[in-house]
T-cell receptor
Framework: GQSLEQPSEVTAVEGAIVQINCTYQTSGFYGLSWYQQHDGGAPTFLSYNALDGLEETGRFSSFLSRSDSYGYLLLQELQMKDSASYFCAVRDGRSNYQLIWGAGTKLIIKP | EAGVVQSPRYKIIEKKQPVAFWCNPISGHNTLYWYRQNLGQGPELLIRYENEEAVDDSQLPKDRFSAERLKGVDSTLKIQPAELGDSAVYLC??????????????FGSGTRLTVV
């Protein structure tokens, strides 16, 4: 089967660093994606990891460990505008290669 | 470049009534997706098109849902008749064919459907 687990909510302080974890179980693995979605808004693509290691894009970084079926999204120098839900997603070969999404992590940032 | 355009933005209908959603993808994006997102959950794929062909509709409730993508550009998703459980946000997304997940999907702002 397939499943993704991520925390439902994370709270952090403006200017700090926060890590959002994602574990997955899939039949076959074709990479881990991260999306951001503000309340009432469209999901926006953040990053994609196909290989182990850290990918950095500005204040956001994404990490993947295929042996551990685990990844995380790291947000640095948090800003109030980063308050949003963050989704990890994997493509599952047994589901016709559909992109399967986690339930999302709501990031709450306090001043 | 214009993004993925969806309409209407909001829709309230009574149960058993029909409803239709429209999507205009990014120009040149051959792959188009319709997703449904319930509150507090991730999007779930309903149907995927490659040009005008529906290549994955395994999760589309075909007894009441239908979709079309005439000429391989705009797409319409229809529900008839709507049920209370259909209340959700319906998202359209598009991506260039053959890029895999490296560039992600571009989503529209969605249609928030409320069935009363």
């Amino acid at each position: 089967g397939q499943s993704l687990e991520q925390p439902s909510e994370v709270t952090a302080v403006e200017g700090a660093i926060v890590q959002i974890n994602c574990t997955y179980q899939t039949s076959g693995f074709y990479g881990l994606s991260w999306y951001q979605q503000h309340d009432g808004g469209a999901p926006t693509f953040l990053s994609y990891n196909a290989l182990d290691g850290l990918e950095e894009t500005g204040r956001f970084s994404s990490f993947l460990s295929r042996s551990d079926s685990y990844g995380y999204l790291l947000l640095q120098e948090l800003q109030m505008k980063d308050s949003a839900s963050y989704f990890c997603a994997v493509r599952d070969g047994r589901s016709n290669y559909q992109l399967i999404w986690g339930a999302g992590t709501k990031l709450i940032i306090k001043p | 470049e214009a993004g993925v355009v969806q309409s209407p933005r909001y829709k309230i209908i009574e149960k058993k009534q029909p409803v239709a959603f429209w999507c205009n993808p990014i120009s040149g994006h051959n792959t188009l997706y319709w997703y449904r997102q319930n509150l507090g959950q991730g999007p779930e794929l309903l149907i995927r098109y490659e040009n005008e062909e529906a290549v994955d509709d395994s999760q589309l409730p075909k007894d009441r849902f239908s979709a079309e993508r005439l000429k391989g550009v705009d797409s319409t998703l229809k529900i008839q008749p709507a049920e209370l459980g259909d209340s959700a946000v319906y998202l359209c997304a598009s991506s260039p064919t053959g890029t895999g997940d490296s560039y992600g999907y571009t989503f529209g702002s969605g249609t928030r459907l409320t069935v009363v």
